[in-house]
């Protein structure tokens, strides 16, 4: 079983078009990350959220946290194919010392 | 100012050899974790461990697999006796405090068991 649950796991799209990409849970998380790993390479964190009901942009990346704490999105607006990777959520489980990974959403943006 | 070093990159062994991969934190980390990675999934947690400490173990198989983080040097996992299943890319990460905040990623460690 998966604690934390992304869809869709893999998704092709058109550079310019918009997506949403989603992390799943039924338990509660302090907090949330999100991590961007490119082939070859480690993950890079590219936002941490807190407070539920949360909403932090960077660039044309939004990340939101839900109100309970046990989701959060990703919407990318115009994507670009620089934006193609693998895009992993990852929490802390409440009283554990370690995060925990979903199993992460493989992003394609053909040009 | 080094990021996390994890050597090497690439290992190949054949079935009942040892694997040792190694991993260096990032200056001033002293909490470093051990995921493995299949192709075309996330990341699944394997150790947490710190200066000489095992603190989380939960992921490892019980057998064959081992981690340590010595006072002085780099952590090491070691996967004894191989097997084809171990072939994987093992990714070390390092933080400076004992939270679950951001984790600072090696270019991990690619093994392939013949």
């Known amino acids: 079983t998966q604690l934390l649950e992304q869809s869709p796991q893999f998704l092709s799209i058109q550079e310019g078009e918009n997506l949403t990409v989603y992390c799943n849970s039924s338990?509660?998380?302090?907090?949330l990350q999100w991590y961007r790993q490119e082939p070859g390479e480690g993950p890079v964190l590219l936002v941490t959220v807190v407070t539920g009901g949360e909403v932090k942009k960077l660039k044309r990346l939004t990340f939101q946290f839900g109100d309970a704490r046990k989701d959060s999105s990703l919407h990318i607006t115009a994507a670009q194919p620089g934006d193609t990777g693998l895009y992993l959520c990852?929490?802390?489980?409440?009283?554990?010392?370690?995060?925990?990974f979903g199993q992460g959403t493989r992003l394609t943006i053909n040009p | 100012n080094a990021g996390v070093m994890q050597n090497p990159r690439h290992l190949v062994r054949r079935r009942g050899q040892e694997a040792r991969l190694r991993c260096s934190p990032m200056?001033?980390?002293?909490?470093v974790y051990w995921y493995r990675q299949l192709p075309e999934e996330g990341l699944k947690f394997m150790v947490y461990l710190q200066k000489e400490n095992i603190i989380d173990e939960s992921g490892m198989p019980k057998e064959r697999f081992s981690a340590e983080f010595p006072k002085e040097g780099p952590s090491i996992l070691r996967i004894q006796q191989v097997v084809r299943g171990d072939s994987a890319a093992y990714f070390c990460?390092?933080?400076?405090?004992?939270?679950?905040?951001?984790?600072?990623f090696g270019e991990g460690s690619r093994l392939t068991v013949l």
């Open positions: 990460a390092s933080s400076p405090t004992r939270s679950t905040g951001e984790l600072f």
């Open positions: 338990s509660v998380f302090s907090s």
């Open positions: 200056k001033g980390h002293s909490h």
């Open positions: 990852a929490g802390a489980p409440q009283g554990a010392q370690k995060l925990v």
